[in-house]
């Protein structure tokens, strides 16, 4: 069965160093795998997302995530923080043993302190 | 464009009263989704209307929710009677097709807040 998940519920970082959010998966097949953000009273976006192509995968404002299959995870990167990172971010994984459904982790909720 | 559509904003309603939540997707976008994150908990699914037929429907909680989707365009998701425990954020997606697993992905709305006191 699929499942995934997110390590930490709270990451703070200070603005200008890297970020690191983490996300593990489980899954019967080849799994497509999402990041998503949430700023406040505004709707999921889209970061990135792994579909068996490169396993790094570089999506909006300078995140980046890489597959590691040995490793069953999936975490979020970005090289140098700003204070308009601050937001939820959900790591998700759909494959088709669940019938491309999709499973959302718990929800990670970045600070940046300035 | 304009992007899913989800109102109200924010709904505050007694126990056992009926609320009715509604989703505008994408113009076009025959693939609807609702999801609901209650309280400290993960995004759960609910289902997913292809056009106004309904696809999937394993993560309706109970009998007291109702999804429609009239003529394929927007839906509504109406809760009768609403308990404590549905209160959370409701919200809908949409995708021109293949799901999560196509090239088109999903587009949230902002949700819906809905507080059962």
């Known amino acids: 069965a699929q499942s995934v998940t997110q390590l930490d519920s709270h990451v703070s970082v200070s603005e200008g160093t890297p970020v690191l959010l983490r996300c593990n998966y489980s899954?019967?097949?080849?799994?497509?795998l999402f990041w998503y953000v949430q700023h406040p009273n505004k709707g999921l976006q889209l970061l990135l997302k792994?579909?068996?192509?490169?396993?790094l995968v570089k999506g909006i404002n300078g995140f980046e995530a890489e597959f590691k299959k040995s490793e069953t995870s999936f975490h979020l990167t970005k090289p140098s923080a700003h204070m308009s990172d601050a937001a939820e971010y959900f790591c998700?994984?759909?494959?088709?043993?669940?019938?491309?459904?999709?499973?959302f982790g718990a929800g990670t909720r970045l600070f940046v302190k300035a | 464009e304009a992007g899913v559509t989800q109102f109200p904003s924010h709904s505050v309603i007694e126990k056992g009263q009926t609320v009715t939540l509604r989703c505008d997707p994408i113009?076009?976008?025959?693939?609807l989704y609702w999801y609901r994150r209650v309280m400290g908990k993960e995004i759960k699914f609910l289902l997913h209307?292809?056009?106004?037929?309904?696809?999937?429907e394993s993560g309706m909680p109970n009998n007291r929710f109702l999804a429609e989707r009239t003529g394929g365009t927007y839906s509504t998701l109406k809760v009768q009677p609403a308990e404590l425990e549905d209160s959370g954020v409701y919200f809908c997606?949409?995708?021109?097709?293949?799901?999560?697993?196509?090239?088109?992905?999903?587009?949230f709305g902002s949700g819906t807040r809905l507080t059962v006191v």
């Open positions: 113009s076009g976008h025959d693939n």
């Open positions: 899954s019967s097949y080849s799994p497509s």
């Open positions: 998700v994984v759909s494959d088709r043993a669940g019938g491309f459904k999709t499973i």
């Open positions: 997606a949409s995708s021109q097709g293949g799901g999560h697993q196509g090239p088109y992905g999903y587009t």
């Open positions: 792994y579909t068996s192509a490169a396993t």
């Open positions: 209307f292809v056009k106004e037929s309904k696809q999937d």
